[in-house]
Structures are given as structure tokens and as C-alpha cells.
């Protein structure tokens, strides 16, 4: 049973690129977060999605960024027109149930805007 | 919103030394988790506390939940170096919410 897989695990985009990223939940998974953190920094809740709807978006910001999880198919973290500020890791995690119960975090993508 | 409060925010013991890590909510808890994540690497869940007053053990951890489901602890007894890492408690209050992450108790072990 593969874990969550988050790819790519590396993203170098320059200045007003767009970043895509990509995360497949665990099987059976039906719930997804994805979080933000910053170098010695905590993890910032961004999106809670189920499949084909954002159930808590409060994280996101109201610009540039949105997130998709599809009936089909990965969920996918969109950034458009990268800035500087954006470089961060951005992590999923998946559980079986809401509440977050038991979530397991993929690898992270580690996003460079340059 | 909530708040999660986690307290120390650093902490540098010597190995074999005991460690201790806590958690804060602003709001009554449906249940707390924790996570370690190794410096590069990915958070990864250690314990649910559901009840209240509920203590869990894993070895040389102790997980802890307050009486009023408002805080928890987290114990280590005589640190190693496998232990280094940032340890997160995150906060669930219930229902469709999201979980809230406290910001993370950073551990470092001196050999």
C-alpha cells in the first residue's frame, strides 16, 4: 500500500511562473490537507478538500493559489505567477476520515522560485 | 480561530536527559495529535489523545491530554539522538474543520 505521493519532489520555477503540484492520497484516502511551511517554520494549514469539493479554504490565499482534487486523478496545488515569497515546502496529507484521523503526510515539494 | 500554543519553542538537552513538550488550545479539543518530523524530512503521526485525562505510552513517550481536553503534553524519557526533531501537536475541534498545528517544539540532542 503506497503512501502519499507528492511530485515533484523538487520545483524550481522563476518569477510569474506557474507551479503545479501534485499529491495521490493514500488509497482508500478520501480526505486531503495541504499545508505550507517555511524554513524553521511550522506547518500553515492552506485547503482541506474531499473529492470534487474544497470543504475549507481558509488557508488559501485569495489570489494566485487554488486547489483541485478531482474525481479521477491526483489532487493538484496550483500557483500562478510565482513570487519570491512562495518558495516553501508544501506538504499533503491524507486520512480515511474527516478530522484528520491518523493523517499521513507525503514527502513535501519543495518549491524554489528563483 | 483557534490557537495552539506550544511551548518551548527550542529545546537543547543532553542525551540521556528528559524532555518535555506542551500543547495549548484556546478551545475544547475533540481530540489532539502529534507528530515528529526529522530536520529535510516529512511529518509523521505518533499518537490520537481522545479522552480526556487519557494518557498513551510508545516506548520512552508519554502523550498526555488534559482534563478539560485543552492541552496535552509530550514526555520523552532519557533522549537519545534518534529523538532529534520538531515535534507538533495539532488541534481538532470537530465536525468538517480543519486541524490547527501548534508551532512545534524543536529537539536537539547533545551526544
Known sequence: NAGVMQNPRHLVRRRG?????????????????????????????????????????????????????????????????????????????????????????????????? | GQQVMQIPQYQHVQEGEDFTTYCNSSTTLSNIQWYKQRPGGHPVFLIQLVKSGEVKKQKRLTFQFGEAKKNSSLHITATQTTDVGTYFCAAYSGGYQKVTFGTGTKLQVIP
Open chain 1, 17 to 114: 511562473q506557474e507551479a503545479r503540484l501534485r499529491c495521490s492520497p493514500m488509497k482508500g484516502h478520501s480526505h486531503v490537507y495541504w499545508y505550507r511551511q517555511l524554513p524553521e517554520e511550522g506547518l500553515k494549514f492552506m485547503v482541506y478538500l474531499q473529492k470534487e469539493n474544497i470543504i475549507d479554504e481558509s488557508g488559501m490565499p485569495k489570489e494566485r493559489f487554488s486547489a483541485e482534487f478531482p474525481k479521477e486523478g491526483p489532487s493538484i496545488l496550483r500557483i500562478q505567477q510565482v513570487v519570491r515569497g512562495d518558495s516553501a515546502a508544501y506538504f499533503c496529507a491524507s486520512s480515511l476520515e474527516a478530522g484528520h484521523t491518523e493523517a499521513f503526510f507525503g514527502q513535501g515539494t519543495r518549491l524554489t522560485v528563483v
